[in-house]
């Protein structure tokens, strides 16, 4: 009877980015600081996924907290005085350009980020009553992603992580925060790099 095969080492990831350790991105990820503080809330199905804009986020702002799960029964605390004036950047009925309310503040906000697809993201308003009451921000019309492997779901989609550069270089302006998307384009020209040229441009290639 043939040996059954051993099964696959799993492959080593970086503790910090956690990337495999061949394509470690931490080299990329600055430290940049902020007077916004950021609060980050993952739906847990982010985790696991390749891109996780969301954690290159945290790791790149020293003002960010990134918080996983589908409850937070702590956002009260985590919102409450000296941290600054909330405001959820999310659409909808009520949602004040980011500027307008940045302009109202006259000083540091705090900006609450949901991380998920859109019905994942609804679904933490949904089950955090606390979340959904707070003050709405968006962000100008026209931004294009630069995640090139997906669709947008709708016009003006952004990743997690262009959604904050973009909030934050409104915010602060004129300090800049692009440095934050250098690992994120990485990751992009990495995937493209192991599927080929050939299959992105059949695939993917805009026309």
Same mark, same amino acid.
Not at 76 to 97: H, V
Not at 143 to 158: D, I, N
């Given at each position: 009877?043939?040996?059954?095969? &051993?099964? +696959?080492?799993?492959?080593?990831?970086?503790?910090?980015? =956690?990337?495999?350790?061949?394509?470690?991105?931490?080299?990329?990820?600055?430290?940049?600081?902020?007077?916004?503080?950021? $609060?980050? $809330? =993952?739906?847990?199905? *982010?985790?696991?996924?390749? $891109?996780?804009?969301?954690?290159? %986020?945290?790791?790149?702002?020293?003002?960010?907290?990134? +918080?996983?799960?589908?409850?937070?029964? *702590?956002?009260?605390?985590?919102?409450?005085?000296? &941290?600054?004036?909330?405001? $959820?950047?999310?659409?909808?009925?009520? /949602? #004040?350009? !980011? /500027? *307008?309310?940045?302009?109202?503040?006259?000083?540091?906000?705090?900006?609450?980020?949901?991380?998920?697809?859109?019905?994942?993201?609804?679904? !933490?308003?949904?089950?955090? @009553?606390?979340?959904?009451?707070?003050? #709405?921000?968006?962000? @100008?019309?026209?931004?294009?992603?630069?995640?090139?492997?997906?669709?947008?779901?709708?016009?003006?989609?952004?990743?997690?992580? *262009? %959604?904050?550069? =973009? %909030?934050?270089?409104?915010?602060?302006?004129?300090?800049?925060?692009?440095? !934050?998307? #250098?690992?994120?384009?990485?990751?992009?020209?990495?995937?493209?790099?192991?599927?080929?040229?050939?299959?992105?441009?059949?695939?993917?290639?805009?026309?």
């Amino acid at each position: 009877m043939a040996a059954e095969p &051993s099964p +696959r080492p799993s492959r080593t990831r970086c503790p910090r980015c =956690q990337r495999p350790a061949g394509h470690c991105l931490c080299p990329l990820i600055p430290r940049l600081d902020s007077h916004t503080r950021l $609060l980050i $809330l =993952q739906h847990p199905s *982010e985790t696991a996924h390749a $891109l996780n804009t969301a954690r290159l %986020a945290a790791l790149g702002l020293v003002r960010a907290d990134l +918080r996983i799960g589908e409850r937070f029964d *702590e956002l009260d605390a985590w919102l409450a005085p000296p &941290s600054p004036p909330a405001c $959820l950047l999310f659409p909808g009925e009520g /949602a #004040r350009p !980011l /500027a *307008e309310l940045a302009a109202d503040a006259m000083g540091p906000l705090t900006l609450v980020v949901p991380d998920g697809t859109w019905r994942k993201a609804r679904k !933490l308003l949904h089950l955090n @009553p606390a979340l959904a009451a707070l003050p #709405r921000a968006t962000l @100008p019309e026209g931004g294009v992603s630069r995640y090139r492997l997906r669709k947008a779901p709708m016009a003006g989609a952004l990743s997690t992580l *262009e %959604a904050i550069v =973009q %909030a934050l270089n409104i915010l602060e302006a004129p300090a800049c925060f692009d440095a !934050l998307l #250098r690992p994120f384009e990485a990751l992009i020209d990495g995937q493209v790099a192991a599927m080929g040229e050939a299959t992105y441009r059949r695939n993917h290639w805009p026309g």
